[in-house]
């Protein structure tokens, strides 16, 4: 195997299909990443492990040599870093070794080559035939994620809050995350037209469970993709499969049932809060200093357009902040999270915020959203993906 590539080019790749190895693996081989050049002057780039797999495919200008061979993944992300910037590098594979080329640097490998050396063997799904797709701009995409990842569990024994459900409607995608005491939940118009046919018998309405590993990764490729790349996912009754440029990744599904999140909702939504979002996230942010040590715990006191904020620690530390609302329906108190509520603040991108729940009852969840705070301009970007957040509140204790 021969061939010459652009650093940056290889760079970018690899910068993201690296990110599907797990550092500690009890194969040798799924640390490494697969090297495939192609008659055709195609060069295809693969890793996994053995739940996920990404595939990137690039076309060359100058192929030598066909072949294949897999190389340690992180270590050659690593020596892509150290090269300059838009200089070719050449791979030339010796025996048992690989030798990779740039300016004035050498490095020599030892590597996996044959049939053996390949990590994706049997381990890369194919969808069935009668998996749901659709296609949605990786933008878009993107925004809808970056706002129900932020609430995703990182460990938990219910596999659904280390997951992101994906829920296609004839008419809109929804993700929906949670981690138990924050919920949030994105929409965007744009779902899947032939699940209407299917709404006969049932809602027309599908649910999939996307691992966290996943989802990130998902986040990551749209990330790299243009705004307009449109990208092209596939839901199997156990795979799923996500295509944007020259990215593919494909990953088992989580095998759970989602809750029926849309009732823990309130019904009605009798007391209302509006205010400037920074000036909530700067004021909160002062008293959870405080709070931190503790349980997050911050004291919330509405009267007059103004919100009083309080927190305490263990030590008896104490601090006091207040901000000005834009409006309020009455008076009330409310003991919640602040390193939550800060978390949801940071993941919205608009002028206000609204904060409401029922009007009788204290302890009833806090719904969350953004707003523009004006006409036309200031949420733009948002004007396609509606989000809400559901925040549980602490006891006044």
Known sequence: MKFEVQQEEMLNVLSHITGVLERTQTREVLSHARVLVTENGELQLSCTDLTMTMVAQMQLDHVDEAGGAAIPGLRLFNI???????????FETVGEMIKITSGHSEYELNVMTGPSSNPLEGYLPSL??????????????????????????????????VATCFE???TYLRTVSTEASVLAMATSTGGVPSLAQEGEE???????????????????????ANASDVVTMSFGSNHF????????????????????????FPEEYGWTMVCDRERLREGLD?????????????????????LSMRSASTRNDR?????????????????????KVLRVLNALNTEKVEFSTHASDLRANIRVIGTSGGEGEEARESD??????????MSDR
Request: with cysteine; proline share 4%; charged share 20%.
């Open 80 to 90: 892509f870093r150290a090269f300059r910037k838009n200089e070719p590098v050449v």
């Open 128 to 161: 069935p035939d009668d998996r749901v797709e659709m296609q949605v701009s990786a933008g878009r995409l993107r925004e809808q994620l970056m706002y129900t990842n932020p609430v995703m569990g990182i460990k938990d024994s219910r596999q659904y809050m």
């Open 168 to 170: 296609l409607s004839p």
């Open 202 to 224: 049932s809602d027309g309405i599908k649910r999939f469970i996307v691992p966290r590993k996943t989802v990130l990764q998902v986040t990551s490729m749209c990330s790299a």
């Open 241 to 264: 499969s996500a295509k944007v440029g020259v990215f593919t990744l494909t990953s088992n599904l989580v095998d759970s049932v989602f809750p029926q999140y849309q009732n823990v």
């Open 286 to 306: 002062q008293v959870e200093v405080v709070a931190v040590d503790s349980s997050h715990r911050v004291q919330w006191e509405f009267d007059e357009n103004v």
């Open 319 to 339: 601090v006091f902040a207040q901000v000005a609302l834009d409006s309020l329906t009455d008076t009330r108190k409310l003991a919640v999270n602040g390193e």
């Open 384 to 393: 396609e993906v509606g989000v809400a957040y559901l925040l549980a509140t």
